[in-house]
């Protein structure tokens, strides 16, 4: 089947510390990957996305490579900032007769200063 | 200009009645989905519709019926409001031909007493 596995929260760091949220897959075929964050009190925005083996998707600082080989899409971060707290979910979307979005149990994210 | 818009963005409500939940999008997207977040931010998907047809149907029980009217709306209701009901309600979009990400709306909190 298809699944998505992430590392259990919560994260907690202090400001300007490295970040990596681990995420890997299961999947029938070639899914694309995102990454999509929650902030207190809001609905989920995408992060970043990668659609093909080695593409690395990146925005507000945060990268994350699709490793075909090791079926994963983590996701990292050089210098975390206050305002990055939040819930990291990793996802899959995967075409098998129809669109199926597939969600990691997410990962809470505590940055302090 | 809001791609997904989800009404109510917050209901309470008593054990026993029966509510909806409505979601639109302006996207021209072809799959919309419902999911549930629990408390412990647990995404699960509960319903997916492409073109206005059921293709998902995870485990919910059958007090909750999704109805497409169109394939820009995606209402849920919820019959006999029970207190595992309660939970904050994501809709969202997404286009079956792309590669892109899916949208979502803002959430409904729903609050059963």
């Known amino acids: 089947g298809n699944s998505v596995t992430q590392m259990e929260g919560p994260v907690t760091l202090s400001e300007e510390a490295f970040l990596t949220i681990n995420c890997t897959y299961t999947a029938t075929g070639y899914p694309s990957l995102f990454w999509y964050v929650q902030y207190p009190g809001e609905g989920l925005q995408l992060l970043l996305k990668a659609t093909k083996a080695d593409d690395k998707g990146s925005n507000k600082g945060f990268e994350a490579t699709y490793r075909k080989e090791t079926t994963s899409f983590h996701l990292e971060k050089g210098s975390v900032q206050v305002s990055d707290s939040a819930v990291y979910f990793c996802?899959?979307?995967?075409?098998?007769?129809?669109?199926?979005?597939?969600f990691g149990t997410g990962t809470r994210l505590l940055v302090s200063p | 200009d809001t791609a997904v818009s989800q009404t109510p963005k917050y209901l309470v409500t008593q054990m026993g009645n029966d509510k909806s939940i409505k979601c639109e999008q302006n996207l021209g997207h072809d799959t919309m989905y419902w999911y549930k977040q629990d408390s412990k931010k647990f995404l699960k998907i509960m319903f997916s519709?492409?073109?206005?047809?059921?293709?998902i149907n995870e485990t919910v029980p059958n007090r909750f019926s999704p109805k497409s009217p169109d394939k820009a709306h995606l209402n849920l209701h919820i019959n006999s409001l029970e207190l595992g009901d309660s939970a904050v309600y994501f809709c969202a979009s997404c286009d079956t031909a792309s590669n892109t990400e899916a949208f979502f709306g803002q959430g409904t909190r729903l609050t059963v007493v």
């Open positions: 519709y492409n073109n206005k047809e059921l293709i």
């Open positions: 996802a899959l979307k995967i075409y098998t007769g129809f669109q199926k979005l597939v």
